[in-house]
């Protein structure tokens, strides 16, 4: 039986989504099933999830996935090379899953894999170091460094998001060697993070037109499960969630900060850790604080990453080397069926119950405390404060349909 994976955040959910998941079944034939690695209450470049995730789960459930399983924080709201390799490495440990399917603007699979084996190379860390010490950016030199190896065509895929994530993926496949195939299905419509709304938009322009109070256009341009359980969410007075809502929060976590704080956010060692201290101190709004401590050097995105994990006061030690379990946040009757499956070959437990962590490692109990700090931060976020009780992941089960 042929199980794909599907790694992503749907945030929000919407019609490009739905071709992907039903490509997928085209190419793999329909009785394929679909699992999803999706993260959780906080996005990968350093934002809220507008819907928390098990609505986020179950919306994608009825959009035609089987089985939906947490990519747990650290991963989530890491680098796309982090967010890859969890998004992998959970579905690696299901013991079912046989195809990583993907979006890509290009859909070259061939030219994907070839860019991904020379980042592994032996050959790339010397070109990149040697373009490194021009000032340029990690993503320019990294791209430059691929031109001189592999000829510009290749490298040109560097420029391109989709494509990004999906060298990534097959990076990880590299790294884990654990036989699952990849499938690059081309992506076609708007562009990642594209601002216009039309016909066929990206999940960016819908989050902007909800910041906007544009909910019409933005309702329309959703999947029509997504734009159901997104009027049930708004209505419980849990969604739109924006990181708006807790700015002044987040800028009282960084002033109590200190340089050495800092410091361990600052993977660089470049001096970026004493740009967020000294500015801190001063920025009276996230904005200001990214467009002061901004250089050529830092995408928005990692700035934006790093302001996030202060204020959910994450560290390097809180990642472990791998995920310690897999939490199921939706399933319908083939993903339960896979999940009994998986009871029998998951390299790791299988968490339905969150009472159930207890009973499992201290690294994966640690881990679930750091998901239960991080909701309760997020749920503060709620447009209404009445919804955002503590303990929400304690009480949240699975969605089973």
């Not at 789960?57 to 890491?78: H, M, N």
């Not at 013991?95 to 990583?100: D, I, K, P």
């Not at 076609?188 to 819908?206: L, Y």
């Not at 007075?237 to 109590?256: D, H, I, N, S």
Request: charge should be positive; proline fraction near 5%; include cysteine.
């Amino acid at each position: 039986m042929k199980v794909a994976g599907i790694i992503a955040e749907y945030n929000l959910l919407h019609r490009g989504h739905l071709r992907q998941i039903a490509q997928t079944r085209e190419r793999l034939g329909p009785g394929c099933a679909v699992v999803c690695a999706m993260s959780g209450n906080f996005a990968q470049r350093g934002d809220f999830a507008a819907v928390r995730k098990h609505a986020r789960a179950e919306a994608a459930l009825r959009s035609g996935a089987d089985l939906v399983l947490e990519l747990p924080l650290p991963w989530a709201v890491s680098s796309a090379e982090g967010f890859a390799d969890g998004g992998v490495q959970v579905l690696a440990a299901t013991g079912v899953v046989t195809h990583l399917s993907f979006g890509s603007e290009s859909g070259d699979l061939p030219a994907l894999r070839r860019v991904a084996g020379c980042l592994c190379g032996g050959e790339f860390p010397p070109v990149l170091r040697e373009e490194m010490a021009s000032g340029s950016s990690f993503a320019a030199a990294r791209q430059r460094a691929v031109a001189k190896l592999l000829g510009g065509e290749d490298a040109e895929l560097l420029r391109r998001p989709n494509d990004i994530l999906g060298i990534e993926y097959c990076k990880s496949l590299l790294r884990l060697d654990c036989g699952i195939e990849p499938v690059a299905v081309r992506r076609t419509g708007a562009e990642h993070d594209a601002p216009a709304m039309g016909a066929e938009v990206s999940a960016s322009a819908i989050r902007q037109a909800l910041r906007r109070g544009e909910q019409a256009e933005a309702l329309a341009a959703m999947a029509p499960a997504m734009r159901q359980i997104f009027l049930r969410e708004s209505a419980a007075g849990r969604a739109p969630v924006f990181a708006q809502t807790c700015e002044r929060a987040m800028l009282a976590r960084l002033r109590f900060m200190t340089r050495e704080d800092f410091a361990a956010l600052d993977e660089s060692g470049e001096g970026l850790g004493n740009r967020f201290y000294e500015m801190s101190r001063t920025a009276a709004s996230l904005p200001e604080l990214l467009s002061a401590v901004k250089t050529k050097r830092y995408a928005f995105a990692r700035l934006r990453r790093m302001v996030l994990w202060a204020y959910l006061g994450l560290t390097r030690a809180d990642v472990p080397r791998t995920p310690p379990y897999l939490r199921v946040l939706a399933a319908n009757p083939a993903g339960c069926a896979l999940l009994a499956r998986m009871r029998g070959c998951a390299a790791v437990p299988v968490l339905t119950k969150p009472a159930d962590v207890r009973l499992l490692s201290q690294s994966a109990r640690e881990l679930f405390a750091l998901e239960v700090r991080a909701t309760d931060l997020y749920t503060l976020a709620y447009p209404e404060l009445g919804a955002a009780a503590s303990g929400a992941e304690w009480r949240a089960g699975p969605v089973i349909l």
